[in-house]
């Protein structure tokens, strides 16, 4: 599974990266971290194995965006799941009709560096 997962998150991060470098994006140094002294590093995924599953279902799916949603509450940052700034919960609450201006557009993957 592990030799799976870096085929697969390795040429994405890649392409995120490229595609930030392109845009000039001001996420960019935030996402480049001191991996050892004199070694810099793009981070685009967190360490660690992580905890991957199979969803089959569509209340597989919505169990796991609620339980995405309730994350900052369940850590107190917000009382509501839809006063997380960066949360999509408003989205799911108003059937897709709220949306916050001041968010960034997810586009899906950057093609042009297939």
């Known amino acids: 599974m592990e030799d799976l997962l870096y085929a697969i ?3 994405f991060s890649f392409r995120i990266k490229k595609l930030m470098e392109k845009d ?3 996420l960019l140094p935030k996402l480049t971290i001191r ?12 360490e660690g194995p992580g905890y991957d599953r199979n ?3 569509v209340r597989g799916s919505m169990n796991v965006i609620d339980y995405f949603h309730l994350n ?11 006063d ?3 949360s999509s919960a408003r989205w799911y609450e108003s059937d897709g009709e709220e949306i916050d201006p001041q ?9 042009e560096f297939l």
Do not use: N, S
């Not at 991996?35 to 967190?46: A, L, N, V």
């Not at 900052?72 to 839809?82: D, I, K, N, S």
């Open 9 to 11: 998150k390795r040429p």
């Open 24 to 26: 000039k994006d001001p």
């Open 35 to 46: 991996e050892r002294p004199g070694k810099m590093t793009f981070r685009f995924w967190q």
């Open 55 to 57: 969803i089959r279902t």
């Open 72 to 82: 900052p509450v369940r850590r107190g940052l917000v009382t509501y799941a839809r």
């Open 84 to 86: 997380w700034k960066w």
């Open 103 to 111: 968010l960034p557009i997810i586009h899906g993957l950057p093609w």
